[in-house]
């Protein structure tokens, strides 16, 4: 038994798998907690020094009924009024960003597959550690 190739094989086990479950619990819960949002333009600030820009607000109903209003971090790429997908945590809704095929798909397949394959060299170098 190699004692190096043992403290190689273990970490890279356990992060490994560690990795790939945070991957498939996001693409898990970007999929199941998703909702259509309306885009509209907010009230307008008030009081002393105000802007005179108005940020743009989502608005959406949870799965559970809950009316959430969430801000638009990036109001110039949409139009008020337009329908857009969100993802949003259960917890605090409020904080809801508009759906990218990035988010949804791409950030939690990686994240999933890396850590696969990390977990898969971690389970090589205990076999030949093994042996």
Do not use: K
Not at 61 to 72: M, Y
């Amino acid at each position: 038994m190699d004692p190096v190739r043992l403290m190689i094989a273990m970490p890279l086990i356990v992060v490994g798998c560690l990795s790939a479950a945070a991957g498939v619990v996001l693409l898990r819960r970007s999929l199941s907690y998703s909702a259509t949002a309306t885009v509209y333009a907010s009230s307008p600030p008030q009081g002393a020094g105000a802007s005179s820009s108005r940020p743009a607000v989502l608005r959406f109903v949870t799965r559970d009924g809950r009316s959430v209003e969430a801000p638009l971090a990036r109001a110039a790429d949409h139009e008020v009024g337009e329908q857009v997908t969100v993802i949003y945590d259960p917890t605090y809704p409020e904080i809801a960003q508009v759906a990218s095929p990035l988010r949804l798909w791409v950030v939690p397949s990686a994240l999933a597959l890396a850590g696969a394959a990390i977990a898969f060299a971690g389970a090589a170098n205990l076999a030949a550690a093994v042996r």
